[in-house]
């Protein structure tokens, strides 16, 4: 009985991948808004019911989504878990993120611009999530900051979140004329030599 049970076990974490991915998919293209959850059901090859089964809500598939889109770049971050990341590893971390980016996660990062825009306002289903997700990026960035020997480490922490946001958006919106990797590694390089 116990391989039936981790058989089930695994078929329901691979249907449940594949809702993510095909919200990540249409949340993309559509917004979120703009996206039913019976379209993405039908996406990924289950029943409306399934999705809820594994969610609970729309809300919480969303949710999921973006669990995801952090679990997938804090995978490429090569830094030993709960180690203090140099400030090399770090811009390194950054361009190399970028690069991902640019190669395999378009639909995630167009997916993050568009949930940013979409719960601007306080009190929108997910305006605590994106601003307490900023604000642990920016307490790292002052951690990293502090520890360089930043003159003002919270301005350039605020800077450095503001260069990656904008950026990924320009490159999101003219690919064809935007190098992402190029842009942050120019960026990085100059915050470096800053720094240093």
Excluded: C
């Excluded at 361009?95 to 568009?114: I, Q, S």
């Amino acid at each position: 009985m116990a391989g039936v049970k981790g058989q089930v076990q695994k078929r329901g974490v691979e249907r449940r991948r594949a809702m993510v991915d095909a919200a990540i998919e249409l949340f993309a293209r559509q917004g979120v808004r703009g996206t039913g959850v019976a379209a993405i059901a039908e996406r990924a090859g289950a029943a409306p019911s399934a999705l809820i089964h594994h969610f609970g809500s729309k809300d919480g598939l969303v949710r999921a989504v973006l669990e995801e889109a952090d679990r997938r770049a804090l995978e490429r971050l090569s830094v030993p878990l709960g180690a203090e990341p140099t400030l090399d590893q770090a811009f390194d971390w950054f361009v190399r993120d970028a690069e991902h980016t640019a190669a395999a996660e378009r639909d995630l990062a167009a997916l993050h611009a568009t949930l940013t825009a979409e719960n601007l306002e306080p009190g929108s289903a997910l305006h605590t999530w994106f601003r307490d997700r900023g604000r642990v990026l920016r307490a790292h960035l002052v951690s990293l900051f502090t520890r360089a020997g930043a003159d003002d480490p919270p301005t350039l922490a605020a800077e450095t979140a503001a260069f990656v946001e904008g950026a990924h958006l320009v490159w999101l919106l003219d690919p064809e004329q935007v190098d992402l990797a190029s842009v942050h590694r120019s960026y990085f390089a100059g915050l470096a030599a800053r720094l240093r």
